[in-house]
């Protein structure tokens, strides 16, 4: 059992930055494949951003493409999510997520475990 805890959540005005994190305590971080995914009111979670075992492959979504940066740091237990630009249109619950999938992937069902969520806002 994998337990994540998702923090950096707020309200942050449109074109601002917040950097949201999450914590993986336990020896096994760096086995797993991580990733985000954002579920706004009325929509499905979406994926964001996976990121590999070691951190030397990312996937990050188009429409989050050259603002939104995914990291890790295998050594604190903890992938980040840095998220610039910010538009009314990224306002949502962000949730991390652990994989053990043998690579990185944007599918939801290849997901393990799941963070409780941390909400984004952006005000216009």
């Known amino acids: 059992q994998v337990q994540l805890v998702e923090s950096g959540g707020g309200l942050v005005q449109a074109g601002g930055s917040l950097r949201l994190s999450c914590a993986a305590p336990?020896?096994?971080?760096?086995?797993?494949?991580m990733g985000w995914f954002r579920q706004a009111p009325g929509k499905e979670r979406g994926f964001v951003a996976t990121?590999?075992?070691?951190?030397?492959?990312?996937y990050i979504a188009d429409f989050v493409k050259g603002r939104f940066t995914v990291s890790r740091d295998n050594a604190k237990n903890t992938v980040y999510l840095q998220m610039n630009s910010l538009k009314p249109e990224d306002t949502a619950v962000y949730y991390c997520?652990?994989?053990?999938?043998?690579?990185?992937?944007?599918?939801?069902?290849?997901?393990?475990?799941w963070g409780q969520g941390t909400q984004v806002t952006v005000s216009s």
């Open positions: 997520a652990a994989s053990t999938y043998y690579t990185i992937t944007a599918s939801r069902n290849d997901y393990d475990y």
């Open positions: 336990g020896r096994a971080f760096s086995s797993y494949v």
């Open positions: 990121i590999s075992r070691n951190g030397g492959s990312t």
